[in-house]
């Protein structure tokens, strides 16, 4: 079997603000989908300022919880991505919009694609009806992507998708700096600046979140300023200020 008990082939990282009514489901699919690979992997909960029952169904559900004491997403993620202890670490929202019944795919994909970064390219799969906004699916997140490509020379046509597969020991090179939303497009920058091999993985269906109605955490314009702002400063640091980015 992959792994042991006390090195995980993968670690799964869910950073969680209050997603109550979806955590549970979301960790359960992920454990099952591994164990039915007869893989065993660590599942990390990142408690980022939740103030109703996530942490209590994190532990109930046997998922290692820590608390990030810097409200935000990209902050949650690199606290779990830190924590983690497997040579893969998988992650994606808490929200149920992305199934994590997919990780064990992505994960041998990753592998037979020797990548460093494998992401779940949502736009050019199947997205069933008020999953993504109108503006984020054909304007926002292509506009974004298309810079990245641009600039950057990585091949990404989803740079705001929140789910993907990276080799933890490339990670700790990176150095990230965002605290917000940005931080997607922030790592996709870096990952290209460090030669990071970057796959892309057709999602086969992203989903509405199942929190019952909640407000999303994204807020549309300010994120995509704050997304637009993290590529043009790193892009205008290396042009123009011959900044590296290499450890």
Not at 131 to 143: I, Q, S
Request: charged share 20%; aromatic share 10%.
């Amino acid at each position: 079997m992959p792994g042991t008990k006390n090195t995980p082939e993968i670690s799964i990282v869910f950073p969680c603000r209050n997603e109550q009514a979806s955590l549970a489901e979301c960790l359960e699919q992920a454990r099952q989908a591994f164990q039915q690979q007869d893989i065993q992997p660590e599942i990390i909960v990142v408690d980022n300022a939740s103030t109703d029952d996530s942490p209590k169904i994190a532990k109930t559900h046997g998922a290692k919880l820590i608390s990030c004491s810097r409200v935000g997403y990209g902050a949650a993620l690199h606290c779990g991505i830190l924590s983690a202890r497997g040579k893969w670490v998988a992650f994606c929202d808490a929200d149920g919009s992305y199934p994590a019944r997919y990780f064990p795919d992505m994960l041998k994909a990753a592998k037979e694609a020797n990548a460093d970064l494998l992401l779940a390219n949502r736009l050019h799969g199947k997205i069933l009806p008020k999953a993504m906004p109108f503006l984020n699916r054909y304007a926002g997140t292509p506009f974004l992507s298309y810079l990245i490509r641009v600039f950057f020379k990585i091949p990404v046509y989803d740079c705001n998708s929140g789910m993907r597969i990276i080799n933890r020991a490339r990670y700790v090179d990176l150095p990230l700096r965002t605290a917000g939303m940005e931080y997607a497009s922030e790592m996709l920058c870096l990952a290209a600046l460090h030669h990071w091999k970057y796959k892309e993985w057709i999602l086969p269906a992203f989903l509405p979140d199942t929190r019952g109605g909640r407000p999303p955490h994204l807020r549309r314009w300010k994120d995509g300023y704050q997304h637009l702002k993290t590529i043009l400063g790193i892009f205008f640091r290396k042009v123009f200020l011959k900044k590296s980015f290499l450890p």
